[in-house]
């Protein structure tokens, strides 16, 4: 198996990161302002997983096509990643849960974070899953662009752009997406 590492790569977004320990994705990042504070984020997402001192690092074969498949996908192609080993150690049980669900949202359609909270059994638990879709080291892989806030508003977003990426990877994937917030949307 590869040891840990991290590369950076060009989408239809911006550039992205990857990193991974022993060629299983620890954690993706979405575009920040420069590649510097791309890295960071991603590091921090990683926190230990890819080992001390790893750096850049042409990806692994295993994690290569997570790569391609993330590049294709904001490319407006359609991609399964259903078949990407992510490394779950550290992350909550419920948030595990949280992601499972996620991941099975349709691309082009969009769910609530009610909704979600009433698949992992706990309906009462919106704010719960939003908080656990904003700690989410997998974005794109698991899909919480894909989860709105009630009543089809979108809701907030954790990447660099916010509601703005959101809805440009929304759009990306023809999902059929609420209204664009106006003043009164929180």
Known sequence: MTPGGLSLFDTA????????RDGVVVAVQLPEADDRATRARLMRRAGGAVGP???EAPPPP?????????????????HDFT????????????DRRVYDVTRAIPRGTTRSYGDVAVSVGEASA???????LARNPFPIIVPCHRVLAAGGRIGGFSA???????LRILAIEDAVA????????G
């Open 178 to 185: 609420a209204s664009p917030p106006t003043l009164f949307d």
């Open 83 to 94: 078949n990407v080993d992510l490394d779950l150690r550290g992350v909550p049980a419920f």
């Open 53 to 55: 001192g790893a750096g």
């Open 62 to 78: 295993e994690v290569q096509p997570a790569i391609d498949g993330i590049v294709a996908h904001l490319r407006g192609e359609l």
């Open 160 to 166: 660099h752009g916010g509601v703005s990426t959101k």
């Open 126 to 132: 919106a704010v719960e899953v939003g908080r656990a």
């Open 13 to 20: 977004i911006g550039r992205c990161g990857i990193a991974w």
